[in-house]
């Protein structure tokens, strides 16, 4: 384990002492089973972890949860049971295609809760059943009679009448049928490769006369609406399922034959896959390849409609090779991730009211924006989204430096953006315009490859400078610098974020952004893109903890202060929130601070392995998960440090991956801008405020819904949006 320094003013990384013994994870990484901190000697019970996958399941739960929640608008319901459709596609994809890769390939570690994969897969198929029964009979038995009930229905064939049968009849010859293509399975047809996410229908058809079945594939294509409408007034709106549609005219794609019965499945497969940097001498070329590869991974998981015959299942499971443990029969409709395109329908009393993202009071005057770079002379700006606008703060930060003439340079990482980048965009103007621009584009952001490749490309194409990264590691940090020439003298800004330099998502997703002109901070970013772009092997920053070599050490030595002011009597306490906390090291510390009482308060949105209110190991320590209109995506750690209080905010989560495989950065937020924080985080751990707690048998209650209840992202809503008017 290499021995890692992080220098900073205000923290002395000789204060802590780690020993800690490493195995390999799940994931294929060195996860750090056991850490012992100097001065605290108690041995840790061998049972203090959750398993990971069953903490993320839990969190879809939760999901599921504001789906069969009434108090919910009724579209913003059936929303959250698309949400919780495609977290599991992603889920099985990722999750449980790596558990399934490393079982074949012998590497059965067991992970830091005990469990066998063996043992996992088994948890996961169980408690999958149990979901999947439960978002079918929400969706079924409640939300799609409420949605009849205010005049939006999803129809069967049969509930037609003639004139709609006829209509859609010329729409499936139209529009339909040509790009239908029927593959029988026989000897001279092998059974065809299913791909995956992909609606089927396995039909069984019989020669005139003849008593033997035999097996066709039609695909429901991907590239037609999936609900047809059948009509749509202002008061209602009636949608037939594609594959209803093409099972009422199988006659015409198998004509001369009898159609003895039909039904529907989906096949999920392994998406994940591992280019050989080292290796490969064209990255680029390398991840395209893979990407080819990626479609043709094995089955994880198949849906079948819950009435399947045995006879088209047994077919199913022996040619697509699964298991009887990874087949799902689900009741009602299949893949509904399909519900946003119902989503869309113009009914706003049924969903959430909208909202327009405040300016931030500093970026304007009056109604005339400002300069960003004269707001930046005056100071730091902490900026919140979605609440305040990302368009103009982050897009115009980077448009007003691709505009300016006194700009010479501008460096940007991009992990994820939208297909019509406007920063990508002014980028592109930049260096048009003569600017130095480099851009480092994360082309293994996964599922987000495809596009970051044709951005590189776009970049390259306008000549900016673009660079994939370092070898072996994911540049996930969310940072802009500017180098501006300000009279005799050059001045740089910067902007380092939680979120991605994505438009689309800062209108979802819950972020925080500081802008600032600090030279030690950008002096720091100036270094990290120089080990980003060359070959620079610097690992000491001045005030930034960057991944991955300081951001955990970092964060122990804070930690370790906390439990040393807990032992001198001074004050102390930990508050963090982030998406995902699973690192053993950094759980450890935080169970250690608990018995040396420190309160630690946790706010984890996703996979939570910790535990919270274990007599003699997490009596202090309280987790909360909040979930709602907007994903929680923000990273904020704060420490009380005996009155001197410390804010980080950044890009990384608690993960082996964020800690040791990836570039991560946080940055620390000092001044005015804390109150903020202090306000948000008061907010987020009020125990009148809407959340589920984490109990200490693993099970999340949810806390509020009464009268007194306070829903934390309409207060903010409202709060920043006063603010910003």
Known sequence: MTETVVS????????????????????????????????DDAELPEDRFSNREMSWLNFNARVLALAEDRQQPLLE?????????????????????????????????????????????????????????????????????????????????????????????EYFHAKVFPVLTPLAVDPAHPFPYISGLSLNLAVLVREPGSELDKFARVKVPNNVPRFVTVDRTAESAGFLPLEELIAAHLSALFPGMQIVQHHLFRVTRNTDFEVEEDRDEDLLQAL??????????????????????????????????????????????????????????????????????ATHPRFVDGETPK????????????????????????????????????VLAIKQTLYRTSGDSPIVDALIDAAQAGKQVMALVEIKARFDEQANIKWARALERAGCHVVYGLVGLKTHCKTSLVVRQEGASLRRYAHIGTGNYHPKTARLYEDLGLFTA??????????LFNVLTGYSRQTEYRTLLVAPQGLRPGLLTRIEREIDNAKAGKSSSIQIKCNHLV?????????????????????????????????????????????????????IFYFANDGQPEYWIGSADMMHRNLDRRVEVLTQVTGANTEQLRTTLDLAFDPQTTAWELQPDDQWVRRGGGNKSVDYQQVLLTRLAARGA
């Open 77 to 169: 319901r059936m929303k959250f049971l698309s949400i919780f459709a495609s977290n599991l596609d992603e889920f099985y994809m990722v999750r449980v295609a790596g558990l399934k890769r490393r079982l074949e390939m012998g590497l059965g570690v067991r992970s830091a809760d005990g469990l066998t994969i063996r043992e996992t897969l088994v948890m996961i198929s169980e408690r999958s059943r149990e979901l999947v029964a439960r978002h079918a009979r929400c969706f079924g038995s409640d939300i799609e009679p409420a949605l009849a009930a205010e005049g939006i229905r999803i129809l069967s064939w049969g509930h037609l009448d003639d004139h709609q049968q006829q209509a859609l009849t």
């Open 8 to 39: 900073t003013e205000s923290v002395s990384p000789e204060s802590v002492s780690i020993e800690s013994v490493s195995t390999e994870s799940l994931d294929g990484s060195v996860a750090v089973q056991a850490v012992k901190i100097a001065g």
């Open 288 to 357: 395209e390849r893979e990407l080819v590869r990626r479609r043709f991974g094995p089955a994880v998981r198949l849906e079948v409609a819950e009435n399947i015959a045995d006879e088209v299942l047994d077919l199913l499971t022996s040619e697509i090779d699964v298991q009887p443990e990874e087949v799902l029969r689900v009741p009602g409709l299949l893949d509904l991730t399909a519900l946003w395109q119902v989503y869309d329908v113009d009914r706003p009393a049924l969903k959430e009211k909208p909202f327009v993202p």
């Open 583 to 635: 690192d053993e090291t950094l759980i450890d510390a935080l169970y250690r601070a608990s018995r040396a009482g420190v309160r630690v308060e946790l706010m984890v949105r996703t996979f939570c392995t910790i535990k919270a209110g274990v007599p003699g190991l997490s009596e202090n320590i309280t987790v909360r998960s909040i979930l709602g209109r907007f994903l929680e995506h923000s990273r």
């Open 518 to 527: 600090d030279e030690k901070i950008c002096a720091d970013l100036t270094d």
């Open 371 to 406: 300069s960003v770079f004269a707001t930046l002379r005056e100071g730091d700006v902490l900026v919140h989204h979605p609440y305040e606008s990302f368009a103009t703060s982050v897009q115009r930060f980077i448009e007003q430096a691709a505009a300016d003439p006194n």
